[in-house]
Each structure stands twice: as C-alpha cells, then as structure tokens.
C-alpha cells in the first residue's frame, strides 16, 4: 500500500468512527418457568469477552415480573453468540430467545425446575445434610476451609473417582484416596504461598501455614461422609428470604492467573478496585470504569504476601501481611509506598494480622496518633507508632476453660480487630479457641476474656458497628455473635441460615444499619438486620464463590469483596467485586462507567 | 529476525528427544507433578521409573494413554487411590511429560 492511499484509508476509518457512533446496546428482557410464568430472583449472568472494557462480569436479577434490565449501556455488540446466561438454585435455563434490535435487546430465559440442585445447590448444602452434627461440622469446618470450598465440585468429582474404582474394600480405598488428598492439598498450598518466593530456590515446607494439623480427624469424616459419587442433592434452600431487587447488580473484575487474591477494596480517583495478593508481593490494581490493570510491587526485597486492606482515613490503602512483621500503606493515585518493619523492644517480631479500624471501615488509631494491630504470631495485640516506628505487644491472657482445649492450628491465633468510637479500646478475637476479649490502649489492660460455647466456633474477622456494638463472623459453628462492648454482654448468637457456610467475616454497613456476612462455603452474602434480628440473601453469580471480607464504599454505598480461591488445581473465580444491593439506600445508583470513589472529605 | 533464525537453526541441531526430556522434566514440577510422584520411590502415587518400567516398551501408543490419565485422572492399577485430575495440563503439556516418564525406561541414572 502506498503512502497516498494508506493516508485516504486512514481518513476514510476516521470519518466512519466519526460518523457512526459506536453501537451502545441496552440489554434487557425477562426470566421464565417453562409454562411462561415470570420467575423473581433468577441471576442473568454476561460474561464479556476478555478485551471488554470495564467488568468482565456483570449480573442483575429479575425482580417479581420476571424483568431485568443491566444498569449500564454495553459499547460492544451483543449477539446469539454472547455468553449471556440465566441461573437460579434448583434450576436450569432451557431456552434463550433474543429479540429487540442491536441497540435494544431484549433477552428471554426459560427456565426449568431441576430436582437434583447439583450444579445450584453450595458446597455447605451437603456439609448441613451428610454431617448435621453442629460439634463435628464446626471441628471440620475449621480444619478443611481456609483455601476453597469443602465438598466443592473437585472433591465431589475425586468421590466419584473413589466410588468408581469398585474396591474389594471401599472403606479402605476411601481412606487412604482422602487421606492422600489431604496430604496433595497440604503440597499444594505450600507451592501456592511459596509463589513469591519460590525463583529464590526456597524448599517447600508442606506443613506450613495451610497444613491440615488434625488430618487423621479429617480424614475419618472424609471417609465417613464423601463415600459415594456425590452427584446428586435436593430440597436445599436458602434458609432466609431472597433480597435481591432489579437494581441488584454484580460487576466482577477477572484477575490474571497466577494469584492469591485474599480482599479487596476500592479507592482512588479514577476508582480503581485494589486487591491483595498474597501468594506474592503486589497488589493489583485494576481501574473500575476501564478494567485496566496495573500491579503495584510492594517495595521490599522479601515477600510479605499482602493480606488484609484497610482504608485509611486520608484515601490511602493500609497493608497488612501474611504471618510477618510488615506494615505497608500505598497512595493509589501516585502509586508511592510507605513501609515499616515491626520489632519489639525486646528485638522480638510480630506477626500482623488486622489494623484496629473504626465503624466506617477505616483505620482508627488511637489519640496518639498509634495503629493497634492483631499479632497471630504471639498471640497478641500491639500498636506501632507511624511516626517513628515504635512497636510494642501485650500477650492475651489465656482463657481458663479453654487452656486445655487449644488443639485447632495449635494456638489462640489473634485474629480480628476493632477500635472503639473513643479510640480507648481495641477489641479481638481468638480463632483458634473460640474466644475474644478487649484491651485498653490507656490503662494497658485486658478486658475479658470472653469465651463462646464452642471451642470450634472460630471467631475470624469482626466488625464494629457506630453505637460499639461488635459483631464477630463464627466461621466454625456458621453464626454471627453480638456483643455489646459498652456493658460487656452478649446481646446474642445468630445462627446463620445455613450454619455450613463458613461465616470469613462480617461487615457493619453505617448507613443501612445492617451487618453483611461474607461466607467461604456458600455462594451468597448475608445480610443481618440487628433491629429485626432478620437475615436476608444475596445469591452471588457463581459456584466456588469463596468470598472474603466485604468493604462498603462510603461514597457509593456498594459492597467491594473479592474471591479468594487460594489453590490452583480449585477452579473457582479470580475475581475482584463490586455488588450494588440495590436497595436505594443511597441517593444515586452506582455505575462502573461514572465510578470516581471520591473520598467524602474531598 | 536474523536472530531468530538463528536461533531456529540452532535447536534444529539439537536431537528433539533432549529437548522434549528437558521441557517434560520441567513441566512435572511445574505443573505440581511432585505433590504426588517422585522419580524412584513410592509417593501419593508411583514412582515414575516404575511406570516407565512397565509400559515402556509401548512408548507410542502410551505416551497418549499417559497423556490422557494425567489430564482426566482417576483409578488405575497402582493401588486404592485415584489419580487426581489436571485439568490445567494441555493435552500437548501431558504428551511431553508423558514422553519424559517414558524415557526413564532403562534409565537408571539420577536425572534430577
């Protein structure tokens, strides 16, 4: 091509993009039962194609009629061929008829009833039927969920594999396949955690951090309960009514493979979703309106695997790491790191889990100006002072009833933390031994501790609500507790609508006034309303969800989570996202394509 | 371009059983083959000497029923437990690994 024509192509290219404008699509339409009767609560699910701007998910619900409609205009062109699909526990899409034009689509699903849910129903429908146990499942729940869903498709698929062998002995072939299971998984999360590291020729320890530490316990109730080919179940339901709406919408953002996303949030103008990667030394960002990417290093020269975020107050993002001393903030907008390395006076390290954060979700020091932290490592809380450094720890004091009884990863890990709205106390608690106490950061002294009924109870991430009310996520016994830190008393323990859920974390929502629960062994959010003591469902877009800790934009009022499937032959989602409940809660609806996150003080 | 084709030239020298030895041995660490398998004793699975040792002599047709197990998994003939699958391993991933196991045959040397 010469140079005269190459030049009037080039023009003629640019006059059309001028003159046609880019086909923007609406895309809406209807769910159905086969006899045409309009189905509410049904996910339409569109899966973009990978160079798609924006999210690579996005997912709305049919309200009472049966309609739906996707908040956002879609710039490419939706066609028969577009991975656009209907989905709902207990049923399966059968048809799909598309009608409208290229700008307006119109979508219709048909949907059947299917008796057996086992593509629909969660990994917890099974754990609530085969061990109803509430002690066992608690005892299981703690040992098997910390990297993916128990029994997910993978370990249903390995029964069938067992199942087909027809041993002479079944209950020996079950034993030793589950028992060498637990020992692949073991290599496994150790390969996975290693990932930062592992170019440096470091030796895999495959009994560290994930290992199952009670296998010969996990083991017996594999072989007890996983015994036949597991591909069929019935009758599950969601245990609490469905709160979805037609403004519920789900935008998941892909992240590349290799990683171990842990959680996300989102901050930044434009608003990017920032997620932890703890397999490595990053956190990936990724820009809400466009989908781009970008990886922002941690500036060390040793891995500290980012583990839990926190916003701070200023719009910058707090890093905490896995199991080391650590301590990073990043300035999302000018991608400039601050780090400090924690050691005690005594020369001694620490190992960080959470930052103490306020009702808000943001970081909360106390009046000096002094991050508290939890420390898994010694079983403790401390602070460190950002000005200089200056660290210091208290060890927790050991719960009496529970000194025998701290069996679980062979420690009273200190877990979550919160600070009070007068910054005088934090308060934690203790996954390993079902208990959490207070501290105060004034008097030095520990309040508590208080004990929960279960030594299983596995009390993971809390939360503190604006009156100083403390919710803990009790991902053993699948149930929420409340406690009412002001006079010391258990106000209650909810159980959750399916006590198999792994409750990871729960979330105090300041505006709704409501405490969302995001579950490793279910695929929905929970939402506990305090004021009715109701709970409420969000079903997620997909199976394998294995949701962390749930963020809540405090200018948009959206859920901000991701999932965190932490071992790769899992083959759940990689995703960051973000989940408007569609509730009207706040004034204006949120949309991916105007997403700038300003923080409320600008 | 130059460079490319030299270097193109220069593995075209190179006897192609070396090289798919090479990629097949760093596919099985790669690919997490270790979790479960070692090359002379018995792991979560069997040594891969020993699956060499008795299918080697059928090395075509088996390198595509090895290829085939490592990617489907499932129960065979080396005890109670079955393979798990791999449904991350490419089909031309698991001939190479396939073919290195195969290669072992006969070899007694310490290849790792």
């Known amino acids: 091509m010469n140079n005269k024509r190459l030049w009037l192509t080039t023009l003629a290219m640019t006059l059309a993009c001028h003159l046609v404008p880019a086909s923007a699509a609406t895309l809406s339409g209807h769910v159905l039962d086969t006899n045409g009767n309009p189905l509410p609560g049904m996910q339409v699910i569109y899966t973009r194609d990978a160079d798609a701007r924006g999210a690579s998910v996005v997912t709305v619900f049919s309200g009472t009629d049966g309609s739906f409609a996707f908040p956002e205009d879609f710039s490419e062109r939706i066609t028969s061929a577009s991975d656009i699909g209907a989905r709902g526990l ?107 590291a592992r170019g440096e020729g470091v030796e895999l320890d495959t009994e560290a951090v994930y290992a199952v530490e009670n296998s010969a316990d996990v083991v017996n109730v594999m072989t007890a309960i996983f015994n036949d080919r597991m591909d069929h179940i019935s009758d599950y339901e969601w245990g609490a009514p469905v709160i979805t709406t037609p403004d519920t919408a789900v935008w998941e953002y892909a992240v590349p493979e290799p990683n171990n996303i842990r959680e996300a949030v989102m901050l930044g103008d434009p608003a990017r979703l920032l997620a932890a990667d703890v397999g490595a030394n990053r956190i990936v960002g990724i820009e809400v309106r466009t989908g781009r990417q970008r990886d922002y290093e941690v500036p060390t020269d040793y891995t500290i695997g980012p583990h839990s975020l926190h916003r701070g107050q200023d719009g910058t993002l707090w890093v905490t790491p896995l199991f080391n001393n650590t301590v990073a903030r990043l300035n999302p907008d000018s991608g400039e790191w601050e780090t400090w390395q924690l050691t005690t006076p005594e020369g001694g390290g620490v190992g960080i889990h959470d930052l103490s954060f306020s009702a808000d979700h943001e970081l909360l020091t106390d009046t000096r100006g002094r991050v508290w932290f939890s420390d898994i490592g010694n079983r403790a809380v401390g602070y460190f002072d950002p000005a200089d450094g200056e660290t210091r720890i208290w ?115 300041p505006v709704r006034k409501v405490v969302w629960a995001a579950v490793s062994n279910n695929d929905v959010i929970y939402r506990f309303d305090p004021a009715t003591r109701e709970f409420g469902v969000l079903p997620l877009p997909r199976p394998q969800t294995f949701i962390r800790m749930i963020d809540i934009d405090p200018a948009t009022g959206v859920l901000v989570a991701s999932t965190a499937n932490i071992v790769e032959v899992v083959n759940g989602p990689r995703m960051a996202m973000i989940i408007d409940p569609g509730d009207g809660a706040y004034p204006e609806r949120f949309l991916t394509a105007t997403a700038t996150a300003p923080h409320p003080a600008d | 371009m130059k460079r490319t084709a030299y270097v193109l030239l220069l593995l075209s020298m190179l006897p192609v059983p070396v090289l798919a030895q090479d990629a097949g041995e760093s596919l099985v660490t790669s690919k997490m083959c270790y979790a479960c398998h070692q090359l002379d004793s018995v792991s979560l699975g069997p040594p891969w000497r020993a699956i060499a040792a008795r299918h080697g002599e059928r090395r075509e047709v088996m390198v595509e029923v090895l290829a085939g197990k490592i990617i489907r998994g499932g129960g065979g003939n080396w005890g109670l437990v079955p393979m798990v699958p791999n449904q991350r391993v490419s089909e031309a991933e698991a001939r190479t690994m396939a073919q290195w196991i195969l290669s072992l045959a006969g070899n007694t040397g310490n290849s790792r």
């Open chain 1, 90 to 196: 207990g049923y399966e899409q059968v048809d799909r008829i598309q009608a409208g034009d290229r700008r307006a689509v119109d979508l219709t699903f048909v949907m059947q009833m299917k008796a057996n849910q086992v593509d629909t129903a969660p990994a917890s429908a099974w754990l609530t039927r085969r061990l109803p146990d509430r002690r066992e499942q608690a005892a299981f729940i703690m040992n098997c969920i910390d990297c993916h869903q128990v029994p997910g498709p993978e370990v249903r698929h390995y029964a069938a594999a067992i199942a087909d062998l027809h041993a002479a002995d079944p209950e020996q072939a079950l034993r030793q396949s589950w028992d060498s299971i637990v020992k692949y998984m073991n290599f496994l999360s150790a390969w996975e955690f290693s990932r930062g």
């Open chain 1, 395 to 509: 060890k927790t004091p050991v719960a009496e009833s529970r000194a025998n009884d701290v069996a679980l990863y062979g420690s009273a890990a200190v877990y979550g933390l919160v600070m009070t709205s007068d910054q005088k106390e934090v308060w934690y608690s203790q996954l390993g031994n079902g208990v959490f106490g207070g501290f105060n950061v004034e008097t030095e002294e520990f309040i508590g501790p208080f004990v929960l009924p279960d030594a299983n109870a596995g009390p993971r991430r809390i939360s503190i609500s604006d009156d100083d009310i403390m919710y803990l996520a009790l991902y053993g016994t699948g149930q929420i507790a409340e406690f009412d830190i002001k006079t010391r008393q258990m106000i209650a323990i909810h159980d959750l609508p399916d006590t198999a859920s792994a409750p990871y974390a729960v979330t105090w929502d």
